[in-house]
């Protein structure tokens, strides 16, 4: 069920992606393709499935809200094209193909980085299917997942932590602003369009909690056991840059017992609801055994 659906979101995702950004401008036009190539490079889509699946959860017609989803998408490729700069990683490849820096050099990369971050935010102002109190809300949620306070502010601990030897929570909260905050914020997010009760809401964040340390466990177990070929990207790349991670930390076996415990709080969450959410509970075991 859990892979059915998510293919058939990932191509409304990505037929609505390929249609969002058009050079209004001759002089503009390779900005617009620098964007366009990363956007539209493929990926898992996890965050814009995530916020589209939560609102079918909660009884919403999620088809309605297709361009907030996109925009979640925006900012996290926005963080990739700037992850991989030679200022930051340096790696030169992304879902499969050539980092955004090594096609159109580092400096147009960061713009379109900027372009896409900034766009995503108009994406949600326009969102005329949600009221304006509404989009006030979310564009107040993005901003915070994706900024200093969030994802940004997490990239800058990671930054800083190369090299040193973090503790189990300090890399736990490090993961939590990088990682996490952009997994809770589509959930936050369709509670606010669905008008979700506080106590509902707080076990759906709850889960997206979990889900996006999960997430980042995974994540660190594919950089020590994976391949090019099914993550898109190099593997053994924390280990270059001297990063802590909780393979680093834990070993693999623990890692992998550590990613079953953060499951199993997810699920915990989950269970407390009122509603089915049997198709978040699959989504919990994906992660768990995903390949890249």
């Known amino acids: 069920m859990i892979r059915e659906a998510l293919k058939t979101k990932q191509k409304l995702i990505n037929d609505r992606l ?7 401008r001759v002089e503009h036009k390779t900005l617009y393709d620098a964007m ?15 916020f589209l699946t939560v609102l079918d959860v909660l009884g919403v017609d999620s088809s309605r809200y297709m361009d907030a989803a996109c ?25 499969g193909r050539l980092t955004n820096h090594k096609v159109y050099g580092a400096g147009m990369a960061t713009q379109a980085g900027d372009g896409l971050l900034t766009f995503a935010f108009q994406l949600l102002a326009e969102e005329k299917e949600v ?18 306070m969030g994802m940004v502010g997490g990239q800058a601990h990671d930054m800083e932590a190369e090299g040193k030897h973090l503790t189990l929570d300090e890399l736990k909260t490090l ?14 997010m369709a509670c606010a369009i669905a008008g979700t009760a506080m106590k509902e809401r707080l076990l759906l964040e709850n889960f997206a909690i979990h889900l996006g340390l999960l997430f980042q466990i995974t994540d660190d177990l594919l950089d020590e056991t994976g391949n090019l070929e099914d993550m898109g990207k190099m593997p ?21 017992a550590f990613a079953e415990e953060e499951a199993a709080l997810a699920k915990e969450a989950l269970a407390k609801l009122p ?18």
């Open 175 to 188: 993961d939590a602003c990088k990682t996490g905050c952009l997994l809770t914020a589509p959930v936050s």
């Open 236 to 256: 053994g790349q924390d280990e270059k840059d001297h990063k802590s991670t909780f393979t680093t930390i834990l070993g693999l076996e623990k890692a992998k």
């Open 18 to 24: 390929a249609v969002l950004l058009k050079a209004d």
């Open 131 to 148: 009221p304006s109190d509404i989009r006030i809300k979310l564009i107040d949620i993005l901003a915070r997942a994706a900024g200093p």
């Open 36 to 50: 366009n190539y990363s956007l539209l490079a493929g990926g898992k889509r996890i965050r814009p499935f995530l």
């Open 275 to 292: 509603f089915d959410s049997t198709i978040l509970y699959e989504l919990i075991e994906l992660m768990v055994h995903r390949k890249k």
């Open 71 to 95: 925009a979640f998408e925006c900012v996290h490729t926005y963080s990739l094209i700037h992850d991989d700069l030679p200022a930051m990683d340096n790696d030169d490849y992304r879902r």
